[in-house]
């Protein structure tokens, strides 16, 4: 995403691109996976409840809607 930088001492604009630092490919597929079999440990744990006092979602520290989101990208499905 660029913004536009206007500055008064010089009166001109130009587009500044903000830092940022990309992941490899290795560190995104790693954290994928780490995130998923996390909360797959939580979700047996808790007998598959997302939310609640005693759910997923409050043991992982987010919101229900969160966790159900989390669930769907990283396609996680109860076991049958």
């Known amino acids: 995403m660029a913004r536009t930088l206007v500055s008064h001492y ?3 604009v130009r587009r500044v691109t903000p830092f ?3 992941k ?3 560190q ?3 954290y994928h996976f780490a995130d ?3 909360i797959l ?3 047996e744990k ?3 409840v997302l939310g609640g006092a005693n759910g997923a979602a409050t043991r992982l520290g987010m919101k229900r809607s969160t ?3 989390k669930v769907k990208k990283l396609n996680i499905s109860r076991p049958r």
């Open 24 to 26: 490899s490919h290795f």
């Open 67 to 69: 966790l159900q989101w």
């Open 46 to 48: 808790v007998n598959w």
């Open 10 to 12: 010089s009166r001109t």
């Open 36 to 38: 998923r079999q996390y």
């Open 20 to 22: 940022r630092v990309s």
């Open 28 to 30: 995104r597929t790693f």
């Open 41 to 43: 440990d939580v979700l």
